[in-house]
């Protein structure tokens, strides 16, 4: 495989930026002027600067300066000579204008923002961990330097110290870019791929990789390739969005995307960045393929890329599953058998599943622990979502694969689908996503330590536990959905003076869509193993730690109200402080009144003496022999009715409580029937402007069907005069043959008369003897 630097191959690359960014770095390069770019003549320079004010300030409406002031004038005269132009116009006719005098143009830039930049002598970059803080997401500082777009349904991956962009989807459209973030000197470069070759098939790795643990990096060692002949691979970047991506060694291993109704028979496509030479490949994977689709997950285990799920050109959600075999490159098919069913012998070449999988799904997420299993979360499909976890089991007994249906302890989420999640240790990191309803705003933590790598037989139902760490504020820019999210493992306290904690992790996020197109880095420290009750793991500005709830009866039912609260971005006053919420807090809000007077009679209730062994007395009114004895030192009668009195206070106190908090229920439940209305109103709107659509739409059909017929007759019309024309044309050259004709006779009839003439001044008789 040849191997190329990225650097080398900028010259001869075009810019593939999208408007306007296209636009702004032409301007940009015209404004740096960096080495090798040619000078501008000045009409050049002219044309481009009245380009720039048309496309800043919009058409020439200022006066014209006075006629002695030359270069102003100038200026006014080339900017007024645009006329209206739009913006986009002008901004391509920019670009073009520099693409004619300077092709090279985006090179040199590239070249000149690869440059150092702000670094004295021995001077060190300060890496994206030392950002990272364990009780608030941060926006890492990117400065002036070229970046990405915004964008959402991209994917990504961490190989090395450099976290791999790839694709994405912006206003509709579907990006074809490819870019890496160097999390050590805090950098964006856009990279364009070369040519790949990949080894024949014929001639397969010498040596088979080995796993690694999840734990280090969820990735496998690449094979060890022997060198065989190279076979030219198509190389391009194509628009990409709803695909997967793998780390697998050095590799990007992309799969799939959303695709055209056209494309609905084609086999789903394999694709691999190859990160260490900067080279695409376009892999032809043997086997039965699995259809195109996009929305789906991707999950590698030792080798082998399990797919599960996403949606057909459709927009159908999918449910079945299929193996890529990385080191042959061959699709492995799978089928459902009941448990314990021996193998039939023609089932040999496939894979058996037992167990119920989930019900077909897209944009959900996945992860992998221990190796082994793989735990899903989430998706939906066209009119659900869901909040269920299920785990694949990829080493059962007998060699097959088993789904599980999990245990999950902690609050209950909102459904949602288009969310993202990374797992640093044992912990798996879930936030954004949406569902049919309102975005979800929370961050969530599920400990997967609940899985054990080498369960024994007849093990119980595996149990996780779910944490609910807080909630971002709804206009947030991680309150969104298809955010790319990774875990960076073993981080740096404070680089470079300390080393790795191995107790600590990061997150990093970027991208994403909440109404607006996101392109920030966020990033966040924390800890690869949850304590049993977290305390601040705050997810932002507006965020603070929530812990699931064990209890239950009326205790249970309101901290799920809490927590779907929370969930839905209504958070008390210490949330959106960004610290623990206190007693005035909670007792502030529906939910902490609920909370509070659930609790009360629990907290009203004496302390109860214990018995040696640690069990309570019977109690007053139970079956036993004889009245009950009271025991030294009991209550007098008289504190025995002060008590009496101050639990029927209690009482009173709690169904006061509870009557407040009636009528804050009663008030929310006015309030959301209005908002509901309000909705309700919104919809009949939207569906007036939608009948009212179809009615232009079909007012417009109708005026296309007329000037459709009014073409035809216009043809037909055509057709007859062209029909006539050629008759008159044939006409017309009889008629000239004719003529010609006529007038050949007409020479003819010139001779004979010039003979007739002749013949009659000859002399005759005697005279014509004699010679006369």
Known sequence: MAASHPQQNNAASPCLLPFPDRFHAAQKFVKLQPPGAKELSQEIQLALFSLSKQIDEGPCNVPKPWSWNAVESTKWMAWNQLGKMSAVEAMR?????????????????????????????????????????????????????????????????????????????????????????????????QLVPVPATRMSK?????????????????????????????????????????????????????????????????????????????????????????????????????????????EDASRRALGDLHILDLPTMMWERTVGVAAGKPSKPQDIHLVKVEGTPPSPRSAHITTVVH?????????????????????????????????????????????????TGALVGNTWYILGGGNNVNGCTDLLAIDLRGLSASPPTNAPQPTVQLWQLGAFPPRHALSSEGVAMLGIHNIGKQPPASGPDPEMGMLFAFGGYNGKYQNAINVLRVPQNLPSSPSSVAPGASVTTSTPSKASGPSAATDAKGAAQVSNGVASPAVLKGSIPTAKDIGSTPAGKAQAAAAAPVASQPEVAKGPAGFAPAAAGSASSGPPVPAPGAPSKADQEKEKQAREQEKLKQAQEQEKLKQALQMEKQALGMEKQALEMERQAQEKERQALRKQIHTVTAQLETAQKGMEDARAALGRESAKVLRLEGEAAEFHKKLALAAEEHKELVALRRQVNEASNKPQGVRAYLGF
């Open 202 to 310: 014929a001639n397969p790795p010498a040596a088979m990789p080995s796993p690694t643990d999840s734990k280090a990096n969820g990735t496998a060692t690449e094979p060890q390739a022997q060198a065989t002949p190279p076979l030219p691979v198509q190389p391009t970047v194509v628009p990409l969005a709803g695909h997967s991506a793998n780390v697998w060694g050095d590799k990007l291993v992309i799969l799939g995307g959303h695709i055209k109704s056209k494309d609905a028979n084609t086999p789903l496509p394999v694709r691999i960045y190859h990160t260490s030479c900067n080279a695409w490949e376009v892999v032809q994977a043997s086997g039965t393929s699995p259809i195109p689709r996009g929305g789906h997950s991707a999950s590698l285990v030792g080798n082998k890329l399990y797919i599960f799920g996403g």
């Open 371 to 419: 190796d082994r299993y793989i735990v899903f979360f989430g998706g939906g499909s066209v009119t659900t979502c869901f909040s269920d976890v299920h785990i694949l089991d990829t080493r059962s007994e007998g060699g097959r694969l088993r789904w599980i249906a999990a245990s999950v302890q902690g609050p209950k989420v909102s459904p949602r689908a288009g969310h």
């Open 93 to 189: 006719l920019y670009v073009r204008t520099l693409d004619e005098e300077q092709p090279d143009w985006y090179a040199l830039l590239l070249a000149e923002e690869a440059k150092p930049q702000n670094q004295g002598a021995g001077a060190s970059p300060i890496p994206a961990h030392a950002f990272a803080q364990t009780d608030v997401w941060t926006a890492l500082p990117m400065g002036e330097q070229r970046k990405p777009c915004p964008r959402y349904e991209h994917s990504g991956g961490l190989v090395g110290n450099k976290v791999y962009i790839v694709g994405g989807n912006y206003a509709g459209r579907y990006l074809n870019d490819l870019w890496s973030f160097d999390t050590m000197s805090m950098t964006w470069q």
